[in-house]
């Protein structure tokens, strides 16, 4: 979606067209680091080969900055975008970076992200998105992945392996557990498995009895005792068809199972979810003192070619040979994406992944990098556009992305109040959550009455993706319809209400901006007419 730029974000659109259309060469070497946002820079490269690099660098000591993945389609189970179209669903989402639900994601650069199925578009290997854990690591399958934590920690991620005895639903008052078997994946035989919305649409035939959670938080990797904690609301038999809330979670069982669920659990009871991974060296062997507890965002990637500043060499065709290349690389001070243009004989011929490691080691000053999915996938998203140039001619889409993104704050409407009586003014959407980046498995005709329901995270008439979002009980059916598309039962409206404070503001700084772009419009002017 269109959002309002700030400033120093214009101020970077402005220099590049100003310089254009005034026909000013610019040495790539010349222009150094561009500000895009605070402690978000831009530059662009020429490095040997030859070789076009593009890179965003995020500065660590942000607090309002971090990292976040985004889902193709919104479901991991099929289907595949761009970068810029995953970007347009996930600007100004939701985030539980706070770690509550409410406040937004303000999207600042993004990159595509891991290597995945080209017919389906399910990715390899594992996925951490907004703090839950949707999609396991390969256990013993080499390299997991790039991960950023809650403490603002940056890792990569080496050999894994999730233990048996520490993938564990307990029952919190007495303490009875089970092993979680799968995360977004069928149960097999006498297995437990755990789904959440990201799933997609529809939950499949994956059980004999599924036990829905309230989450108070995210899915989050936690090692026992530490848990991911919520509270049961059904108990039903089956679980094909069912849809799952944003913030909910759905255990199902099969066989015994089933049969421990039937015993252990019911409604009200608070359960805990408990994840340990353990973590090896490169040779699946050697243990490395890391952990993944509290994990934010993570990708699955491949050849990890800078390990505490150490340049790996690998004997892989798709290592030694020059490609369009994307990477994650940092230090202790900043976190870059690296995307480098390829297959452009005499422009850009690519990197090999030694090259690359040299790169991001010697001009970036990093200690640490990973490589993501290259060739035609490669695309670097910057401030509204696509800034290298994809060797397809065009965005190919992809399974996945990692977006830089500044957190603002909640802002909720007052128009309604749980309670009241609503109508449709129009078909609508029943969404699993605030926010178009959400699913919508159910609709809603026009002039259909519903109740406003409390929130249980105080999300009532909360903005999200350019809407105030309010959730809805329509006869049996529950979910998020956005406010613009309702209203008071009887015809009444709520015109007469103070708009929010949010609006306002909005208003305010809308025409602040347009006069800042006036008067530095006047300012670039007098600084070209003057020889820069």
Not at 265 to 278: A, H, Q, T
């Amino acid at each position: 979606m269109a959002h309002l730029k700030t400033p120093h974000r214009v101020l970077h659109t402005l220099l590049l067209v100003t310089v254009l259309a005034a026909g000013a060469a610019v040495p790539v070497a010349a222009q150094g680091w561009t500000p895009v946002a605070p402690g978000v820079d831009y530059q662009q490269f020429r490095g040997a080969g030859p070789s076009r690099v593009f890179v965003v660098r995020m500065d660590r000591s942000q607090p309002n900055l971090t990292l976040e993945t985004a889902i193709a389609q919104r479901q991991l189970e099929d289907g595949k975008a761009t970068v810029s179209e995953m970007v347009g669903v996930y600007d100004q989402s939701l985030t539980a970076w706070e770690p509550a639900w409410g406040a937004r994601m303000d999207v600042i650069a993004a990159i595509n992200g891991s290597f995945h199925d080209i017919e389906t578009g399910v990715p390899q290997s594992g996925m951490v998105s907004g703090g839950w854990y949707i999609r396991r690591f390969d256990d013993l399958g080499g390299g997991s992945g790039f991960a950023w934590r809650l403490d603002r920690s940056a890792m990569i991620g080496s050999c894994v392996r999730h233990p048996p005895d520490g993938q564990l639903l307990t029952v919190i008052e007495t303490n009875a557990s089970h092993r979680l078997a799968k995360i977004n994946g069928r149960p097999a035989g006498n297995e437990l498995a755990v789904f959440t919305h990201h799933y997609g649409r529809r939950m499949p035939a994956a059980g004999n009895l599924s036990v829905m959670v309230q989450m108070d938080q995210p899915l989050t990797i936690l090692e026992y005792p530490e848990m991911a904690t919520g509270t049961v609301v059904e108990v039903a038999a089956g679980s094909e068809g069912r849809t799952i809330p944003f913030d909910q979670a759905i255990v199902t069982g099969r066989g015994s199972a089933a049969s421990w669920l039937r015993d252990n659990v019911e409604v009200g009871d608070r359960v805990g979810f408990s994840m340990r991974i353990d973590h090896y060296q490169s040779d699946c062997q050697a243990w490395r003192g890391v952990t993944w507890a509290e994990t934010y965002a993570s990708l699955s990637g491949s050849f990890e070619f800078l390990m505490d500043g150490e340049i790996r060499s690998f004997d892989d065709l798709g290592a030694t040979v020059r490609n369009p290349r994307t990477a994650i690389c940092f230090n202790d001070d900043y976190l870059y994406f690296v995307v480098v243009d390829g297959r452009n004989p005499g422009m850009s011929e690519g990197m090999t992944i030694e090259e690359l490691g040299a790169f991001c080691r010697d001009d970036l000053g990093a200690n640490w990098g990973i490589n993501q999915d290259g060739g035609g996938s490669s695309a670097l998203w910057v401030d509204g556009d696509i800034v290298n140039n994809p060797s397809d001619g065009h965005e190919r889409p992809v399974a996945n992305a990692l977006m830089l993104v500044a957190v603002e704050p909640i802002v909720r409407s007052t128009r309604f109040s749980p309670g009241a009586q609503i109508e449709t003014t129009g078909p609508v959407d029943l969404s699993v959550g605030p926010g178009q980046n959400f699913q919508t498995p159910q609709d809603v005709g026009a002039g259909e009455v519903g109740t406003v329901l409390a929130d249980p995270h105080g999300l009532d008439g909360v903005l999200a993706t350019g809407s105030y979002w309010w959730k809805i009980g329509f006869q049996g059916r529950v979910g998020w319809v956005a406010e613009q598309d309702l209203e008071l039962v009887g015809g009444e409206s709520a015109a007469g209400a103070k708009p929010p404070q949010a609006e306002l503001d909005d208003v305010k700084n809308l025409l602040a901006s347009q006069l800042w772009l006036q008067a530095r419009a006047v300012h670039l002017r007098q600084i070209l007419l003057g020889g820069w």
